[in-house]
C-alpha cells in the first residue's frame, strides 16, 4: 500500500493510479458541542467543558464561556503525565477615562448643594453691621490715641525729673 500524504490534493499510488487524499478524521467533530470562533476561541458552555476538553501535549487553548463573562485556558505540558494547566480569567468592560471622569464631576455637581445668591434687601442689615464695627473701631483708635499721648507725657516727665536729680547731683 502506498504512503498517503494528505497535504497534496493529488497524487500517484504504486501503479500509476491518482487518488484522491483521505479526509482526515478529527476527533472533535464527534462532539459537536465545541466549535472554534474567529480569533482561536473554542466556544464552550460550561467551565466543566473547558476542562474536559482534550488538549495535545505541548499545547495551549483558549476557552470562551458562551454563558457567562469569563474565559480559560488550558495548557498541557510536553508529557501526558503532567497535570494541565487551567486559568480562568473574568471579563470586565471598562468605560473611556474621559466618559468616567464626566460621570464623576456630575455626581458631585449633583451632591452639592444649590448656590444662593444674595438679594439686596440681604445685604442692608450686613451694611449696617460693618458700619458700626467701624465706628468702634474709631473709638477704640481715640481711646488708643489718648491713652499714647498720656503714657508719652509720662515718659517725658519721668525723664526730666531724673535728669533734674543726675544734675543736681554732678553739681554736689
Known amino acids: 500500500m502506498a504512503i498517503q500524504y494528505p497535504m497534496y490534493n493529488n497524487y500517484q499510488n504504486q501503479f500509476g493510479m491518482v487518488q484522491q487524499p483521505q479526509s482526515i478524521i478529527n476527533p472533535m467533530q464527534n462532539q459537536g458541542q465545541f466549535q472554534i470562533q474567529n480569533g482561536g476561541f473554542v466556544s464552550v458552555s460550561s467551565e466543566e467543558d473547558a476542562r474536559r476538553y482534550p488538549v495535545a501535549p505541548g499545547n495551549s487553548v483558549t476557552f470562551k464561556n458562551e454563558n457567562a463573562?469569563?474565559?480559560?485556558?488550558?495548557?498541557?505540558?510536553?508529557s501526558q503525565l503532567d497535570r494541565p494547566?487551567?486559568?480562568?480569567?473574568?471579563?470586565?468592560?471598562?468605560?473611556?477615562?474621559?466618559?468616567?471622569?464626566e460621570e464623576k464631576s456630575q455626581a458631585i455637581a449633583s451632591k452639592a448643594e444649590p448656590i444662593k445668591?444674595?438679594?439686596?434687601?440681604?445685604?442692608?442689615?450686613?451694611?449696617?453691621?460693618?458700619?458700626?464695627?467701624?465706628?468702634?473701631?474709631?473709638e477704640i483708635d481715640s481711646v488708643l490715641e489718648g491713652l499714647k499721648s498720656?503714657?508719652?507725657?509720662?515718659?517725658?516727665?519721668?525723664?526730666?525729673?531724673?535728669?533734674?536729680?543726675?544734675?543736681?547731683?554732678?553739681?554736689k
Open 85 to 101: 494547566l487551567f486559568e480562568k480569567f473574568r471579563l470586565v468592560k471598562e468605560e473611556d477615562v474621559e466618559v468616567q471622569e
Open 150 to 171: 498720656s503714657c508719652d507725657s509720662s515718659v517725658k516727665q519721668i525723664t526730666t525729673t531724673k535728669s533734674a536729680k543726675n544734675s543736681t547731683k554732678e553739681a
Open 69 to 78: 463573562p469569563y474565559v480559560y485556558t488550558k495548557t498541557m505540558g510536553f
Open 117 to 138: 445668591y444674595l438679594m439686596q434687601e440681604d445685604l442692608s442689615p450686613l451694611v449696617k453691621d460693618i458700619k458700626n464695627i467701624q465706628t468702634k473701631i474709631k
